[in-house]
């Protein structure tokens, strides 16, 4: 690329505005390609004068060197991923498996530089000779390099490379067929469909009806915001039945079959795995997180599976015995669950959920989770207007310390829309470091909850604003890091440490001081209290059955029959035939799409965490104590992945994690 492109190329200039925030106004899918060549190219003759350098290898020429080298890349790669996750329009989709692709390749070349890894390694038998800081970041960058193949003789070194490359395809292969999938299914309803349905939900499904030029009618999709509420409310049980088959039978065959991707994606993770001296693909993935070895993740998982499992069960009678009651002459069903399930919440629980989903307005919602931010950790939010964004749905937050200094910026994208991908999930576009000066972390939080017509009408489900406070805390293990080296900032910690933070943010949205907030009367607190662990036998359930199924996935060689494969793991685990996991292999993105391989139990492993450090401030008899915030931001958010995570919580804890709290908080205990 010539000097002339590349300055007219806004991707590799640096980023022009106010805290280094992105030109997101001036960003074209066909300048990603030219961007990747050039800072690719750059990086690599970064890599070489590493890896030629005749001076002595030590941490400044070599660890310290690696960490300053692809800057231009890694920000043009963090801004495409944005992207392609949030506002993947048709420019974004047709080159993000060519992206895909020079990514590994190059990754692969640089884990693989034989001269490079003899130099990391030689600052490594040093280690001990180094500061605290610079050991860890030593030591992780050996690891990378074991990890990634660099060990390997040189035949291996190719195999490995060309299968890293093949899984890099497959993974935006799946996440494609996922999204498209979930994009092109619609059901429009009549109004004298709509029976049971809150008015927020049919006021959404008309918006969005009319938004495709199908006005007085409704329009529902398979985006989470509009058919978890369906099943739970609607009284057309034919209807739930052809949403719930349309949500669990996506990517199951088809146009956008995913089994096929899925068979191979099994077969070379196992085969790169034994390249490596693992026995399974599993055993590669965990051997380096908090759980250590799948064994232990499973013996966590079962250790919480049997009593839901019975409690799941008990569940399931009093929803028979409801149906019963009723004069239903039908056996208890998955697209039954939730709506039977509501109807108990409502009369025995006396929890509208309704009631609580009028009160809890997403801006009101928003702004719960910046003030606990605020009186936590002492953060104030500014809305950015005057800076760009990607899509109108988007709003830019400058956030500042209590002496009014910036500590970082965040962008918030709540609504749904066709060119996300689901779920919810919170990244980074720059992460906090300060080797050469101090640099501020930049952002973001996505959701896809429902749109109202006006914005300010838009409500949440309890579940949903959970989620809310959920990303909300990945964002703040990002802002406050404090951290010298990028590699080890923020949320680039283990997997089963990453959903630490975020599911202790959880606790705040519901406590009865924060509920109050949103002018609940205390009956209706007290329910949301009651409910507590009522009905976490259900959800407990679908989610170990998913976990159970990704690790059994991941310790297998070869998976030919994708689906017989989930049908044999539900019958030897004895699922209850009314319950589905909370993913059926070919949806499940945050495995074959989503760096969670081997590790979606990771949420339960955080959680035994988060329900243990929570319990530190209910001990102290105040949520909003600023001693303990103070410390789990010292000893959680600050520290990244610049010391064992363990050693982290033992910091803040004064003792290792017990597992009472989480199997109290479940109604397990």
């Known amino acids: ?225 509009d058919f978890e509420p369906f099943l739970a409310f609607s009284e057309r049980r034919d209807l739930r039945e052809r949403v719930w088959r349309a949500v669990t039978s996506r990517c199951d065959g088809g146009a956008h079959d995913n089994n096929g991707l899925i068979a191979e994606t099994v077969r070379l993770r196992a085969r790169s795995a034994r390249l490596l001296g693992y026995p399974t693909y599993a055993h590669y993935q965990l051997d380096d997180a908090m759980a250590g070895t799948p064994e232990a993740a499973q013996a966590l998982l079962m250790r919480v599976w049997a009593p839901a499992r019975l409690q799941a069960i008990e569940e399931g009678k009093a929803l028979q015995a ?61 809305p950015r207007e005057d800076l760009p964004v990607y899509h109108a749905d988007v709003r830019a937050w400058e956030v500042t310390d209590p002496a009014g200094r910036p500590v970082g910026l965040l962008y918030t994208d709540y609504y749904a829309r066709a060119e996300k991908h689901g779920g919810a999930w919170m990244g980074s576009l720059r992460v906090q470091e300060k080797m050469d000066g101090a640099v501020l972390p930049i952002v973001y939080a996505v959701a896809n909850f429902a749109r109202a017509p006006e914005p300010s009408a838009s409500r949440l489900s309890l579940d949903e604003a959970r989620t809310l406070f959920h990303e909300f805390g990945h964002a703040l293990h990002a802002l406050l890091s404090d951290v010298t080296y990028p590699s080890l900032a923020g949320t680039s910690v283990a997997r089963d440490f990453v959903e630490f933070p975020s599911k202790f943010m959880e606790h705040w949205m519901v406590a009865p001081e924060r509920l109050r907030s949103f002018g609940m009367e205390e009956e209706l607190i007290a329910a949301i209290g009651r409910l507590g662990v009522a009905d976490r036998g259900f959800e407990t359930v679908e989610f170990v059955a998913a976990a159970l199924l990704d690790l059994a996935l991941h310790r297998e060689e070869e998976v030919a029959d994708v689906a017989g494969f989930e049908r044999r793991l539900l019958e030897t685990i004895d699922m209850p035939p009314a319950i589905l996991p909370r993913y059926r292999l070919p949806q499940f993105g945050h495995v074959f799409d989503g760096g969670y391989a081997s590790s979606y139990y990771a949420y339960l492993w955080s959680e035994l965490l988060d329900e243990d450090a929570f319990a530190a401030f209910v001990e102290r008899g105040d949520l909003f104590d600023r001693e303990l915030a103070a410390r789990f931001r010292r000893e959680i958010l600050a520290p990244g992945n610049s010391r064992d995570p363990l050693a982290s919580f033992v910091a803040f804890r004064g003792r290792p994690p017990s597992e009472g709290p989480l199997l109290t908080a479940r109604g397990l205990a």
């Open 1 to 225: 690329m010539t000097e002339a492109a590349s300055a007219a190329n806004p991707l590799l200039a640096p980023w022009p505005h106010d805290l280094g925030a992105p030109p997101f106004d001036r960003v074209r899918a066909d300048q990603f390609l030219p961007a990747f060549e050039a800072t690719l190219a750059e990086n690599r003759a970064e890599i070489d004068a590493i890896s030629a350098d005749p001076a002595e290898p030590d941490f400044e020429n070599v660890v310290a060197a690696l960490e300053r080298s692809g800057a231009r890349l890694a920000r043009v790669r963090r801004l495409f991923w944005a992207l392609s996750s949030a506002q993947a329009d048709d420019g974004i989709r047709a080159i993000e498996g060519e992206v895909s692709t020079m990514l590994a390749r190059h990754g692969s070349a640089v884990s693989h530089d034989q001269a490079l890894f003899a130099r990391v390694a030689s600052v490594w038998r040093k280690r001990d000779q180094l500061g605290p800081e610079q050991k860890r970041l030593t030591e992780e960058s050996y690891k990378g390099f074991v990890r990634g193949g660099a060990a390997l003789p040189a035949e291996a070194r190719a195999e490995l490379a060309g299968i890293d490359e093949r899984l890099a395809a497959l993974a935006t292969a799946f996440g494609q067929n996922l999204l498209a999938a979930s994009s092109e299914w619609e059901m429009i309803l009549d109004a004298a469909d709509l029976a049971g349905l809150p008015d927020s939900l049919r006021e959404s499904a008309g918006a969005q009806a009319a938004r495709k030029g199908h006005e007085g009618r409704f329009l529902f999709t398979l985006d989470r915001s």
């Open 322 to 382: 409801l149906i019963r009651a009723e004069g239903g002459a039908f056996e208890l069903q998955p697209w039954d669950w939730r709506f039977y399930a509501e109807r108990i919440r409502r009369e025995r629980h006396r929890l509208d959920a309704n009631a609580v989903r009028d009160r809890l307005a997403l801006e009101k919602v928003r702004e719960a989770a910046f003030d606990t931010a605020g009186r936590l950790y002492g953060l104030r939010f500014r």
